[in-house]
């Protein structure tokens, strides 16, 4: 199978490896260059190389995101965790049987998140409306330890990443979860798995057990969490670089030409 003859999706368990990446910082991070020869080299490699987005943003904005240039994943664990789907005809498809404890464990949960956080302190609703999931944009400093108490006295988990974002989530459901339901979904090797994040709420996935990357830049409480785990390394290259540099560390596959 040729990178000019691969179907999207086709034989993931085949391919030499899987980079399975946050967006924000990490796919997206780096410099302009950094960037460019990382999405070339996978364009290039299409045929051993799988690709899965693993982050926060929500399926609209994947979609928008790869019009505009950036390589079009395979799957997608979106939502923190709580989406995950196939990419068929650049439309991104819930998997509903990898997706059924998922819906089990939110319920009714939207309502019930939204109603029992309006007007805490230091919390701003985002205005997308999730799934299986409620966001808020976060201002630490004000906010209530209450808050957090509440949201786990109602049965759900409470995440806080970057320091700027408050998500609450089915109870023990985020991206390292999801993203083993799908690698062992697809009947992919985990050891053939890169999982790349930046910040606490890739902390999940990095900690999974598959082979992982801190990338340079990397929010410091993540880095703290993850430095003296053997699967992991932390990237001294920042974003797309740190990728790079984590899939030479592991001899996943030859790397860019200049890297």
């Not at 086709?10 to 999405?39: C, H, I, N, P, Q």
């Not at 459901?173 to 999801?178: C, F, L």
């Not at 290259?237 to 030409?257: K, L, S």
Request: net charge negative; proline share 5%; with cysteine.
């Amino acid at each position: 199978m040729s990178s000019d003859s691969y179907t999207p999706g086709e034989d993931m368990a085949g391919r030499r490896f899987v980079l399975a990446t946050d967006l924000d910082g990490t796919f997206l991070g780096g410099s302009d260059e950094d960037r460019k020869a990382l999405y070339d080299w996978i364009e290039a490699h299409r045929d051993t190389i799988g690709l899965i987005f693993v982050t926060g943003r929500d399926p609209k904005f994947i979609g928008e995101l790869c019009d505009g240039g950036v390589p079009w994943p395979e799957y997608v664990v979106g939502d923190v965790g709580t989406t995950i789907a196939r990419v068929e005809d650049k439309r991104i498809a819930p998997i509903d049987t990898l997706e059924a404890e998922i819906a089990e464990a939110w319920g009714d949960g939207g309502d019930r998140v939204r109603e029992a956080l309006a007007d805490h302190a230091g919390l701003t609703l985002q205005p997308t409306d999730f799934r299986y999931r409620v966001s808020f944009d976060l201002d630490p400093d004000k906010l209530d330890r209450a808050s957090i108490d509440l949201v786990h006295e109602m049965g759900y988990d409470a995440l806080i990443s970057d320091n700027k974002y408050f998500d609450v989530l089915p109870k023990g459901i985020s991206k390292g979860p999801s993203l083993k339901r799908l690698v062992s979904h697809l009947g992919i090797a985990p050891n053939k798995v890169l999982a790349a994040g930046d910040t606490l709420n890739d902390l999940s996935m990095l900690e999974c057990g598959l082979p992982a990357v801190a990338v340079g830049g990397a929010e410091p409480a993540l880095v703290e969490r993850v430095e003296g785990l053997s699967h992991v390394h932390v990237a001294t290259a920042v974003g797309a670089a740190g990728i790079i540099e984590a899939v030479a560390q592991f001899d996943f596959h030859a790397t860019p030409e200049g890297y």
